[in-house]
T-cell receptor
Framework: AQTVTQSQPEMSVQEAETVTLSCTYD???????LFWYKQPPSRQMILVIR??????QNATENRFSVNFQKAAKSFSLKISDSQLGDAAMYFC?????????????FGKGITLSVRP | NAGVTQTPKFRVLKTGQSMTLLCAQD?????MYWYRQDPGMGLRLIHY???????AKGEVPDGYNVSRLKKQNFLLGLESAAPSQTSVYFC??????????FGPGTRLTVL
């Protein structure tokens, strides 16, 4: 079974500053996907960034980047130049790459607030 | 494309009542999922389907049933609602081993 741990329930960042959200995971698979999803107050789940475990290079999407440490099973999300619209709940998730079911296992989430 | 849609958006039930949540996707995705989201618990998988006519249990299947009679629709049923089923329910779909696309969610309250 796969597990995802987000140990920080809440974080706060000053607008324009950088913040890093932590995530650790456990899996017996050698190939898998890792995701960060954003859930704003609207409740819609929005994909922020995706990382394939077999790729060495860390994924980046504009102001969002990850620090993927496969040996340590760590997958943190860095948000640069934080904006008020980044305030949301963020979920880390893992998916089995080779399995037939593509099931996602989510962490419990972290609530990010942005101070103006 | 409408993506993934869920009906209804809100519902209030009394204990023991039944209802069906409808999920529809127009992206021709093979896989569909039902999750529930509770405070402090993240999203937990209820049931899922890897194709038309197939369903399987997820992490928290008790008290729910599902059906996938058409590829584009995935129904979640509660035969006898309980207060413990008060939650926000999300449907998602994916082609396979890729990003899951989520619906807007259904907030269900069981009194």
């Amino acid at each position: 079974a796969q597990t995802v741990t987000q140990s920080q329930p809440e974080m706060s960042v000053q607008e324009a500053e950088t913040v890093t959200l932590s995530c650790t995971y456990d899996t017996s698979e050698s190939d898998y996907y890792l995701f960060w999803y954003k859930q704003p107050p609207s409740r819609q789940m929005i994909l922020v960034i995706r990382q394939e475990a077999y790729k060495q290079q860390n994924a980046t999407e504009n102001r969002f980047s990850v620090n993927f440490q496969k040996a340590a099973k760590s997958f943190s999300l860095k948000i640069s130049d934080s904006q008020l619209g980044d305030a949301a709940m963020y979920f880390c998730a893992i998916s089995d790459y080779t399995g037939a079911n593509s099931k996602l296992t989510f962490g419990k989430g972290i609530t990010l607030s942005v101070r103006p | 494309n409408a993506g993934v849609t869920q009906t209804p958006k809100f519902r209030v039930l009394k204990t023991g009542q039944s209802m069906t949540l409808l999920c529809a996707q127009d992206m021709n995705h093979e896989y569909m999922y039902w999750y529930r989201q509770d405070p402090g618990m993240g999203l937990r998988l209820i049931h899922y389907s890897v194709g038309e006519g197939t369903t399987a249990k997820g992490e928290v299947p008790d008290g729910y049933n599902v059906s996938r009679l058409k590829k584009q629709n995935f129904l979640l049923g509660l035969e006898s609602a309980a207060p413990s089923q008060t939650s926000v329910y999300f449907c998602a779909s994916t082609p396979r081993n890729n990003e899951q696309f989520f619906g807007p969610g259904t907030r269900l309250t069981v009194l």
